[in-house]
């Protein structure tokens, strides 16, 4: 395994590196998800 990747899985440090890319990378996903149901919401109740 490389070095990196096994610091990174064995240290605490590494799993909250991971956890913070997680979220990180998860909140604009879920952002647009969020805005795109309310916009298909929204055009319903329009109709």
């Known amino acids: 395994m490389h070095p ?3 610091d990174m899985l064995t240290q605490p440090v590494g799993w909250l ?3 913070g890319a997680l979220i990180i990378l998860g909140i604009p996903v879920f952002t647009v998800f969020f ?3 309310r ?3 929204e055009q319903r ?3």
């Open 45 to 47: 109740n329009q109709r």
């Open 4 to 6: 990196i990747l096994r």
């Open 39 to 41: 916009l298909r919401e």
């Open 17 to 19: 590196t991971i956890c």
């Open 35 to 37: 805005i795109r149901r």
